[in-house]
């Protein structure tokens, strides 16, 4: 079942004509209780996938929002287990909606990678994506992952090779990650023209579903890049910058956040149906 | 060994983005490295520019007081005040011939930041200089070194805002402009191909070394005894001798004020093998993989990690891992100035403590090579206040 | 020449009391310095405890700007940071042999005093160091190292509180102890002998310096530039060209803030004829011969006097007596910095200044040595502070 | 004159079984008026030679208490010039007192050795003493200052060798200056009995009066010293001490330096009584 309903989910999207909205959020920010809280806003308003982090203590594909949401999470005591456990509940709850689990390579390495990997099977979600695992170091786990029935997300950047993005697509599972732009989460994606491009290379060398991360903080965007040709965004520190700017009491956040996830899922589907009808211009 | 391990430490643990820009780095330094036109500019710069070779300076008064022959290898005579300058001659020079117009780097103590400003003027590079907010207040003497060579230093607010918190930073600054511009790590740490690179310019200190000591001695030392933290000043003495099994390799890192958890930077007797910063390497860490801070009062030693180089040489038995506790490094500083009127960097004080600490490990024929790696400058005000506060508990 | 004096300048004018301590160093540097013993242990100090052969440097960068071939002589590598260990070991070396068990000295900058300690505790010998107090005070971190290595450092408050102030201590206490302790002179001043004997060791700068020009140039240069004041810089690298008649030879001195008798050091502009601390000199004196204080921001450079030697040097034409003022010297230190890396000792941008303020006195095909006397690690504070005074009038 | 008036104050003062007193003042310290009732007051209680100090910068043989007197009367301006006017001014008031100036040699150097000499010869006092001209450097203006009829006083010292005491004593004219110890002026003189070998040393090389200067402070040491040998004693920064700890008014104290003046005096004359009699012994 676990590998299956990311598929799936793509399956009813695509037969919806609407964009995959991947929701990334850092379990334990500022504690378990509002993380669960802030899941739940998330998949009410249009949230199609979680990317549910654990926090690492270095996580130096990051900005500055999720740096400090990691380091608020940990110092709040939250432990890899907690967060494979919330993952459980999710499942629970939300049982159409496809997890994600995300994090940096030590955490699945100290607990052992097969054990890690059962643990994400045990909590009933559909893969890991982890981001400092590029496919040369991922690949002794690919075929474990397999027999787990587990995707292992694997990301593309505009600064990948042609001859590597033939490598990663050939090894990619679940969907291909494609990181807009040279830097790091939180970053503000200027223009979206250069990206366009290099998604119509991915999608040309690959047929598996294609999501946008990095720097995607409004509907506009979202809506750019799956009229682009994507097949959905992720998006992240736009949700958390919300809450961490109301440091007092960050349930405030709650609806302005939903606000955001509607107008985010909006663009994956306006994007869609724009890109049917009319050649893409920048906005 | 497989491409870019150390036994089964190294690898490169990055993200994709920079995977492009380290295979680039990679290729550019099989193919440029070999060259006569980098090998000349090279040991042109760190013959004219660095000062190299350095003297192997026996120390007789030092050697009495311990009672064997013990030969100092004077990185602290290089340009800038330690082996830094090696490396960052040797990066720079690359990424010049790569076409980079500006160098990034993080710094904890300012002896690389120095070097790598040095270097980038030297070689008609822009430098930026991440630096932990806590280092930059530390060591303000060196910030404002670099600031007067012209670099530009960033201060670094994430996490506990020290060195390790930097290395992050740059990580992700290199992210941003890779095309452009070069990260130059300063330690055998990192992501492949930087361990290998800096090990290999850092080299030049061993190979110097090794003739050295044959015509002082007429024969190969006994033990060479360098600190370190990531290991690029070891790994550059131990180099040429890994295969020379008579000689004994001692690699002796920060203790802190004691062996406990919270109060040492000694990965090898309180870590465990993880990734950090893109290699997999000895690192400090709680159960579940979070990095733990290291904590020594050696600006340089304060890093959780062990390069993949040194991790393996440790972890096969060619190199035995030591540590120095704060009140041996403190004593050290005070006997070699006595003795021999150096004044050590704190970092280069941990070799001298191990064997002033270890008498037992030392024959009173052996000869024995600390890889004196730089000269304490910096350290002055923190060694008169520590000795302040040690001696007044 | 008569014994003691270079033209009419030199000469012994000394109380009494420290005649036979004159007499008696005359007498043991003329039998011991040329030995072989003597020459072995000397230049096995200078090479593997000090860094020699120091490299000369093709300043690319440097050279770019000026329009002509600008080499280092990179002085600023010797151990502790500038030329002065070169005499300071020798000296040490000397007293030790005479079976003195103690140096006395005094220092402005620290940097003559920490080579002292440094070669007192490399031979065996108690290091005691005179300090004007107001030197005390601005060179800080020059004094935490020297008594970090183990010398005493004696404030000196009389007069000015000054570096003349503290040579004059300096004499006065070494007529109270002269058959024990040996006053290690840092420059090429005072009574005969110093004069000759720090010009001879200091000479190992210009027979280096020799070599080198020829081997990468194939000819001597056109003209060395150096800074000074006693002048032992500037005659160690000038001793074994002042008979090459084609080479220009440019002795530069602080100009301070304007030429005007109260704000520089420059003693060839300014001063005449004059005896102080036991030798004629050139010196800046008032009409009555009371010596006029110097002043400078480059605390090496000043002291009043010139040392008898570079005095007569001056005189008879052989050496251009030049100057650099205060801006000039630190526009200096931002272009070296920029250009090659290099934070230059104040005294030493003092050269560096005199080649950028006068293009007109070299050719475009000339090659052009500065003695690079030092480093500035002790003057980034002055540097950066004076930096920000002269540009908010 | 000029020379002889020295000669005959030591044949007066031998004829009348005394040593001689010679007092050492800076002269301009701290104003020229003090200077002049202080050598007045010296006159008149048992000086019986004036060594008046032209003040210099950097007076490398002397101790602390005479620094600051240069400095003080350098301070207040005194000029070499004047300090002979105050000679002139002198040898008219004591006709009889043999009047020394003493200073270091950049004073006549920059003057000039013949012109300085002149006005010494004209101020009327009978010598120079230049602390910081040896022999070797003193040889080229001795024939000249005896043409002026003016004395060169050399000094010797504890680590003069013999070889050169025979120069010295070969060259020395008026009398010879033997420091009594290895030091600066100021010093105090701890034990007389070595200076006494030394005494008895210079006077078997030499007939010419024998003045010990340098850390004679009481009357005690000036009778132990004259006893030993010596024909005289010079005294200098004890009365300066004296005054210069009264800096509020420094006439207050011209009664003690009175009071101290006698009580060296005295001792100049036990200590000739005292040798005439017993073989002495140190106190
Ligand atoms: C003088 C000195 N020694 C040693 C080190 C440790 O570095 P490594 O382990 O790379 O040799 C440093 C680092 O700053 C240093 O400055
Ligand atoms: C770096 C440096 N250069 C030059 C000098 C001037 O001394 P000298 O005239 O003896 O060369 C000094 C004196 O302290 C110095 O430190």
Redesign the interface.
């Known amino acids: 079942m676990n590998s299956t309903l990311l598929e799936e989910k793509f399956e009813g999207l695509r037969r919806r004509f609407e964009g995959a909205h991947v929701a990334h959020v850092y379990y334990g920010d500022p504690c378990e209780r509002f993380s669960l809280k802030l899941i739940e806003t998330l998949c009410e308003n249009g949230a199609d996938i979680i990317e549910l982090g654990i926090p690492f203590s270095d996580p130096i594909a990051d900005g500055p929002i999720f740096q400090a949401a990691c380091e608020r999470a940990l110092k709040n005591g939250v432990t890899p287990a907690r967060c494979l456990e919330a993952a459980r509940k999710l499942r629970d709850s939300y049982a159409e909606t496809p997890i994600i689990i995300t994090t940096y390579f030590n955490v699945p390495y100290i607990m052992g990678f097969h054990k890690f990997m059962d643990y994400v099977r045990a909590a009933g979600a559909q893969g890991v994506l982890i981001p400092d695992l590029p496919v040369e170091e991922a690949e002794p786990y690919l075929n474990l992952a397999a027999k787990k029935q587990l995707h292992i997300i694997l990301q593309v950047a505009p600064t990948t090779s042609e001859r590597r993005l033939r490598r990663i697509a050939n090894s990619a599972s679940g969907f291909l990650y494609l990181i807009s732009l040279e830097g790091v989460t939180g970053t503000t994606l200027k223009r979206t023209d250069a990206i366009k491009r290099v998604v119509k290379k991915v999608k040309a060398k690959s047929a598996i579903p294609l999501v946008v991360g990095f720097g995607i903080m409004d509907g506009k965007r979202a809506e750019a890049i799956v009229a682009a040709g994507a097949d959905g965004v992720a998006v992240g520190s736009a949700y958390t910058k919300i809450y961490a700017e109301r440091r007092g009491n960050p349930l405030d956040a709650l609806p302005e956040i939903a606000g955001l996830a509607h107008e985010i899922k909006l663009g994956c589907i306006l994007g869609l149906h724009k890109r049917q009808s009319t050649p893409s211009t920048c906005f | 060994m497989k491409r870019g391990r150390y036994g089964r430490y190294g690898?490169?643990?990055?993200?994709?983005?920079?995977?492009?820009?380290l295979?680039e780095l990679e290729e550019a330094f099989k193919r440029i490295y070999p060259t006569e036109e980098f090998q000349r500019e090279f040991h042109g710069l760190l013959?004219?520019?660095?000062?190299r070779p350095?003297?192997?300076?026996?120390a007789r008064?030092f050697s009495k007081l311990v009672g064997f022959k013990v030969y100092l290898k004077?990185e602290?005579?290089l340009?800038g005040g330690s082996h830094k300058l090696n490396n960052a001659l040797g990066q720079a020079l690359l990424a010049k011939k790569m076409g980079k117009r500006r160098l990034i780097t993080e710094t904890a103590a300012g002896q690389h930041g120095l070097a790598t400003?040095?270097?980038?003027?030297?070689c008609?590079l822009e430098t930026e200089i991440f630096m932990g907010i806590k280092d930059v207040q530390r060591q303000a003497?060196n910030v404002?070194?670099m600031v007067?060579?012209?670099a530009k230093v960033k201060p670094v607010k994430?996490?506990a805002g020290v060195l390790?918190?930097a290395v992050?930073e740059t990580?992700?600054e290199w992210?941003?402009?890779?095309?452009t511009t070069h990260y130059l790590i300063g330690s055998t740490v990192g992501p492949h191909p930087f361990p290998e690179i800096v090990a290999t310019f850092q080299s030049i200190i061993g190979e110097e070394l090794r003739k050295q000591v044959l015509e002082k001695e007429g024969r190969l030392p006994d033990a060479i005894v360098a600190c370190g933290s990531g290991g690029s000043n070891a790994l550059g003495a131990f180099r040429p001798f890994i295969k020379e099994k008579s000689v004994r390799l001692y690699f002796v890192e920060g203790g802190g004020e004691s062996r406990g958890a919270e109060n040492s930077a000694a990965a090898f007797q309180l870590g465990?093998p993880?990734?950090?910063?893109?290699g997999?390497m000895m690192v400090l860490?709680d159960?579940?993989?979070?990095?733990?801070p290291s904590k020594t009062r050696a600006a340089g030693l304060n890093y959780p990690g062990r390069g993949p180089e040194i991790s393996h040489l440790c972890e096969v038995g060619r190199v035995k891992p030591c540590y120095a506790l704060d009140h041996e490094v403190f004593k050290a500083?005070r006997m070699m100035?006595?003795?021999?009127?150096?004044?050590p960097a704190l970092e280069t004080a941990h070799a001298v403590a191990y064997v002033l600490s270890n008498p037992d490990e030392f024959d009173p024929d052996d000869v024995v090579v600390i890889n004196y790696s730089g000269r304490g400058?910096k350290d002055?005000?923190t060694?008169?206040r520590c000795e302040r506060e040690l001696n007044t508990p």
Do not use: F
């Not at chain 2, 690898?11 to 820009?21: C, D, K, N, Q, T």
């Not at chain 2, 013959?47 to 000062?51: L, V």
């Not at chain 2, 100035?337 to 004044?343: A, P, V």
């Open positions: 690898g490169m643990y990055v993200g994709e983005v920079l995977v492009h820009a295979l013959r004219d520019y660095g000062g350095t003297p192997l300076y026996y008064n004077r602290d005579l340009c400003v040095m270097a980038g003027n030297v008609g003497s404002k070194k007067l060579l012209g994430a996490g390790k918190d992050s990580l992700r992210a941003a402009c890779s095309r465990s993880g990734v950090l910063h893109g997999l860490q159960t579940w993989g979070q990095i733990r500083v100035c006595r003795t021999e009127g150096l004044i400058d002055v005000e060694i008169l």
